[in-house]
């Protein structure tokens, strides 16, 4: 299984900016998928964004289209989440996710996860 390490959390004001980082390490797989989920206080995780590793289609919650972008970096095998005109209502620990299935990724029931990484966004 892969191990995956987070950075880039931290505190902004609305309508600032956030770049999240997940690197994996460990075993490596064709066809890989990496995604985002968060979790707010009070609420259940919820999907947030996903890539193919393999040929880069995205897919997005609709609480985010528009202002987040999901990418990659096949030679670092680093996932990237860019976060613009970010809103109070994202503040939410961020969890990065990786699995050979898209299915298990939009499903919440990747083979990995990371530790998390808070964001919070100000008024």
């Known amino acids: 299984q892969v191990q995956l390490v987070e950075s880039g959390g931290g505190s902004v004001q609305a309508g600032g900016s956030l770049r999240l980082s997940c690197a994996a390490s460990?075993?490596?797989?064709?066809?890989?998928?990496m995604g985002w989920f968060r979790q707010a206080p009070g609420k259940e995780r919820e999907f947030v964004a996903v890539?193919?590793?393999?040929?880069?289609?995205?897919a997005y919650a609709d609480s985010v289209k528009g202002r987040f972008t999901i990418s990659r970096d096949n030679a670092k095998n680093t996932a990237y989440l860019q976060m613009n005109s970010l809103k109070p209502e994202d503040t939410a620990v961020y969890y990065c996710?990786?699995?050979?299935?898209?299915?298990?990724?939009?499903?919440?029931?990747?083979?990995?996860w990371g530790q998390g990484t808070q964001v919070t966004v100000s008024a």
């Open positions: 460990g075993r490596t797989f064709s066809r890989y998928v």
């Open positions: 890539i193919d590793w393999s040929v880069s289609r995205t």
């Open positions: 996710v990786a699995d050979p299935r898209l299915s298990a990724v939009a499903s919440g029931e990747a083979n990995s």
